[in-house]
């Protein structure tokens, strides 16, 4: 065996004992490795979707509230909720903090309820 064939065959080895470290430490997602943190996803759950690349795991994402400005965790857990629980699409992302969302949700649901009775009174 040639000195390149060898070396081919001793990365696969390590490669596999790689895999298989990460299989047993709970950090492989449908067959890639995860960051420390992560939560797997399963993909059977998420809303249907043509994606080559849906998301194979959550972690914690920093975003910036698009109402106040202020630096928020959307963390993994909570995006496994929202995209397998509440089937939300898998490019949504998080916008606003709690404060400003449930802010929104009132005036959204204020002026639904408005445009149901034009002419109460
Ligand atoms: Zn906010």
């Known amino acids: 065996m040639s000195n390149k064939r060898k070396r081919i065959k001793l990365d696969e080895q390590k490669a596999k ?72 699409p898998i490019y949504g992302r998080a916008k606003r903090c709690r404060a400003c969302r449930q802010a929104h949700r009132a005036l959204q649901e204020k002026s639904r309820a408005a445009a149901k009775q034009p002419e109460a009174e």
Do not use: H, I
């Open 17 to 88: 004992q790689r895999l298989r470290r990460l299989a047993r430490e709970g950090r492989l997602a449908n067959g890639v490795e995860m960051p420390k943190g992560a939560v797997a996803a399963d993909l059977s759950q998420q809303a249907p979707n043509n994606s080559f690349a849906p998301p194979f795991f959550y972690s914690d994402q920093e975003f910036t509230c698009y109402d106040c400005g202020a630096e928020e965790v959307w963390t993994a857990a909570q995006q496994k909720w929202y995209f397998e629980v509440l089937k939300a």
